[in-house]
């Protein structure tokens, strides 16, 4: 893989004094879906803002496939789609003409079959000819990426995409961008839903108070980074833990029927051969064993939750 985006020592003090991205370091791969995940305030608007053109950094570069987007603006933002937070979009016309609009935005010759074929992918063509204003909010949703992708961009940011659409229409809006994905655009989304980078996302960023704390592959990240807990059902119930056990880091569920026993994935020694030694010594039986690994959401707010 190589990098389309190259983000290096990127920092953003706004006037007033506060800094919201702290020098900011990482690469976006060509053609992987992206989830940059933080909590409010953390910086994800700022730093698209930055690669878009919105914002001026403070100090750091961003370069788009080799370009600096300072000195060769008008080229890296033509290769760019943003799809921002807030709905901008023009109530009144057509859904084809305000897609055919935005792609003369950039100067670009008119192409009908291009146009028809992102109403297409977008499930929007039997759309064309209706007012944006009668649509409803989840199809403005889709004339807003519509609307970002005229221009043929290679890279797309969708600014929290899918902040306060039902799940129907979240489940919808995912599809949508794995079929961007396959047609090879490169796709930088924000988000607050973990469940949403877990399901989509190639690799997380995860962005706190202005720096990056981690950049991982995201089938990786929760398998470095997750605790993973050992329940064991027990033959018989307990009504206590045994004192001989309370030293172990062992939690007797709450209907006395199994022991938890989180462990970490990493460590050299997960602790699991010396507990079952000790419960035999305790005399105790096991019935049945399983292990479950948390999620990114418990990651995330392990990563987080601290600072
Ligand atoms: N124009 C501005 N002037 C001063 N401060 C700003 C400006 N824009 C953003 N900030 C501050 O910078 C910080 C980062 O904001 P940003 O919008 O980048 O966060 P975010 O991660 O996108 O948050 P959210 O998830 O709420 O959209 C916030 O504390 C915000 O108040």
């Not at 983000?7 to 004094?17: A, E, F, V």
């Not at 792609?103 to 977008?122: N, S, T, W």
């Not at 706190?208 to 995201?218: H, P, Q, S, Y």
Request: contains cysteine; proline residues 3%; glycine residues 10%.
């Amino acid at each position: 893989m190589s990098s389309i985006i190259s983000i290096s020592g990127l920092s953003k003090t706004y006037q007033g004094g506060f800094t919201a991205l702290k020098s900011v370091d990482f690469e976006i791969e060509k053609g992987e879906i992206f989830a940059l995940l933080g909590p409010n305030g953390a910086g994800k608007t700022t730093m698209i803002g930055i690669i878009c053109g919105l914002v001026t950094p403070t100090t750091g570069t961003v370069t788009v496939d080799g370009h600096d987007i300072l000195r060769d603006f008008r080229q890296t933002r033509s290769r760019i789609g943003l799809v921002p937070q807030e709905m901008s979009i023009d109530m009144f016309g057509s859904v084809k003409a305000a897609v055919s609009f935005s792609r003369g935005l950039f100067g670009k010759a008119p192409d009908p079959a291009y146009v028809e074929q992102v109403l297409k992918d977008l499930s929007l063509w039997d759309k064309k000819d209706s007012e944006i204003r009668a649509l409803s909010g989840g199809m403005k949703r889709r004339v807003m990426i519509a609307k970002a992708l005229a221009h043929e961009p290679d890279i797309l940011f969708l600014d929290e995409p899918t902040a306060g659409v039902d799940v129907e229409l979240r489940q919808s809006m995912w599809q949508v961008i794995g079929r961007l994905r396959e047609r090879g655009v490169t796709i930088i989304l924000t988000t607050h839903y973990i469940e949403e980078a877990e399901q989509m996302a190639d690799r997380v960023g995860v962005i706190n108070k202005g720096e990056i704390v981690v950049v991982e592959e995201t089938g990786a990240l929760m398998h470095k980074m997750g605790q993973k807990r050992l329940t064991l059902q027990l033959a018989e119930p307990l009504t206590e833990l045994p004192e001989a056990l309370k030293a172990d880091g062992l939690e007797l569920a709450a209907d006395g029927t199994a022991l938890h026993f989180d462990y970490d994935t990493q460590a050299e020694r997960t602790g699991i051969t010396t507990l079952l030694a000790r419960l035999n010594e305790a005399g105790l039986s096991v019935r049945d064993l399983e292990t479950s690994q948390s999620s990114l959401e418990e990651i995330f707010v392990g990563l987080v939750g601290g600072k």
